[in-house]
T-cell receptor, first 114, second 111 residues
Framework: EAQVTQNPRYLITVTGKKLTVTCSQN?????MSWYRQDPGLGLRQIYY???????DKGDVPEGYKVSRKEKRNFPLILESPSPNQTSLYFC?????????????FGDGTRLSIL | SQQGEEDPQALSIQEGENATMNCSYK?????LQWYRQNSGRGLVHLIL?????REKHSGRLRVTLDTSKKSSSLLITASRAADTASYFC???????????FGKGITLSVRP
């Protein structure tokens, strides 16, 4: 089954404790992206990757890091999480030409930073 | 930056009625996409309509695109309680054609 898998689904942690949210897709997609979703603000892109070893900032990259060492994986790293990063996070993937292709989303990771 | 804006923000209808949701956008596009999000879940792609298409159907969904008015509509016919969800339009923006999403419409279908 074609899918985007995120882990963990839920995480409560404390300020400053480094964490990684993993994302994996099994569709051989070139394009992968991370979004955060906040009430009243909609879906905002954090980082995206056009292909292996190619990453770039989205609209709200501050406080986040990503890497794309393999085509299927695109982890999101919070080196020193802060309460304003409490949010619902989604990973997505699509074929080449991201804006012209349907995006496939994971089920989301709900992060709470205390 | 906000590209697509949906209207209304919230819609409540009775099961069996049709639901119409609208999306307006600002700049020229080569396609527009609609997504659905059930509560607490990821977005699911519904339909993509290209700029040279005026109307597209998928099951009970009908999407129209008017590039002269920079607007699109999503019609769900004979709605069901299971259609209760948030609906988003998305358009490609920027040099890398990333998808930019609107803030969504909350649809409630009463049984």
């Amino acid at each position: 089954e074609a899918q985007v898998t995120q882990n963990p689904r839920y995480l409560i942690t404390v300020t400053g404790k480094k964490l990684t949210v993993t994302c994996s897709q099994n569709m051989n997609h070139e394009y992968m992206s991370w979004y955060r979703q906040d009430p009243g603000l909609g879906l905002r892109q954090i980082y995206y990757s056009m292909n292996v070893e190619v990453t770039d900032k989205g609209d709200v990259p501050e406080g986040y890091k990503v890497s794309r060492k393999e085509k299927r994986n695109f982890p999101l790293i919070l080196e020193s999480p802060s309460p304003n990063q409490t949010s619902l996070y989604f990973c997505a993937s699509s074929g080449q030409g991201s804006g012209n292709q349907p995006q496939h989303f994971g089920d989301g990771t709900r992060l709470s930073i205390l | 930056s906000q590209q697509g804006e949906e209207d209304p923000q919230a819609l409540s209808i009775q099961e069996g009625e049709n639901a119409t949701m609208n999306c307006s956008y600002k700049t020229s596009i080569n396609n527009l996409q609609w997504y659905r999000q059930n509560s607490g879940r990821g977005l699911v792609h519904l339909i993509l309509i290209r700029s040279n298409e005026r109307e597209k159907h998928s099951g009970r969904l009908r999407v129209t695109l008017d590039t002269s008015k920079k607007s699109s509509s999503l019609l769900i016919t004979a709605s069901r309680a299971a259609d209760t969800a948030s609906y988003f339009c998305a358009t490609p923006t920027g040099a890398n054609s990333k998808l930019t999403f609107g803030k969504g419409i909350t649809l409630s279908v009463r049984p």
